[in-house]
Nanobody, 116 residues
Framework: QVQLVESGGGLVQAGGSLRLSCAAS????????MGWFRQAPGKDREFVSA???????YYADSVRFRFTISRSNAEKTVYLQMNGLKPEDTAVYYC??????????WGQGTQVTVSS
């Protein structure tokens, strides 16, 4: 079982920045793929970004070049630096972890609201 706790959401004006954090439990964090999804009201949950144990990163086209994902294996934490925020980035952001066995775990979500 992996527990994930997100933090860092909030209200920001368009063009502003936020950094989300996701602290994970688990003894083999360094082997997990970590990432973020988001869900806006009335929409399906969508992929935002992921980082593998190799350090390879992946981004949705809508956030590429604005968002940066990183991880600290020592702190068992994954970060999402979000710059140039737009109103359409408003959503609940969910952290996830995928273990080597393929199990996926989710955090409780953190609200990001971008005002125009």
């Amino acid at each position: 079982q992996v527990q994930l706790v997100e933090s860092g959401g909030g209200l920001v004006q368009a063009g502003g920045s936020l950094r989300l954090s996701c602290a994970a439990s688990g003894r083999t964090f360094s082997a997990y793929t970590m990432g973020w999804f988001r869900q806006a009201p009335g929409k399906d949950r969508e992929f935002v970004s992921a980082i593998r144990w190799t350090g390879n990163t992946y981004y949705a086209d809508s956030v590429r070049f604005r968002f940066t994902i990183s991880r600290s294996n020592a702190e068992k934490t994954v970060y999402l630096q979000m710059n140039g925020l737009k109103p359409e980035d408003t959503a609940v952001y969910y952290c996830y972890a995928r273990t080597l066995s393929g199990n996926r775990f989710w955090g409780q979500g953190t609200q990001v609201t971008v005002s125009s």
